[in-house]
């Protein structure tokens, strides 16, 4: 049987979707079991989330290969993107310099 290979954005968009999914499961449970107003768990709760999703996200600061998660800081930027050394994948061009994004 063929493994099936999940590119490294789609295991942050899993990773993404893992917590918020808990966080909302864990509010409704807390909610469900206690007397605690529903306001502050949701409050909590949504902290959670933004602290979390802040940690899953800030590797996608810099540029980085859409498929490996390789970086791509040095890499020239072509018509349809620029070219990982890791993997091979053509990432897309939105990948830009900072020198590029100024003289414009």
Do not use: F
């Amino acid at each position: 049987m063929l493994q099936k290979s999940r590119s490294w954005m789609q295991g942050i968009r899993l990773k993404a979707l893992a917590v918020v999914m808990a966080t909302v499961l864990a509010a409704i449970g807390i909610i469900a079991w206690s007397t605690i107003p529903a306001w502050p768990v949701i409050g909590v709760g949504v902290a959670i989330v933004a602290v979390a999703l802040n940690h899953v996200a800030v590797r996608l600061h810099e540029p980085m290969c859409w498929s490996c998660g390789g970086s791509m800081k040095s890499q020239p930027i072509g018509q349809h993107g620029s070219i990982c050394p890791s993997c091979g994948a053509v990432n897309q061009p939105l990948l830009t310099n900072d020198e590029d994004t100024r003289n414009a």
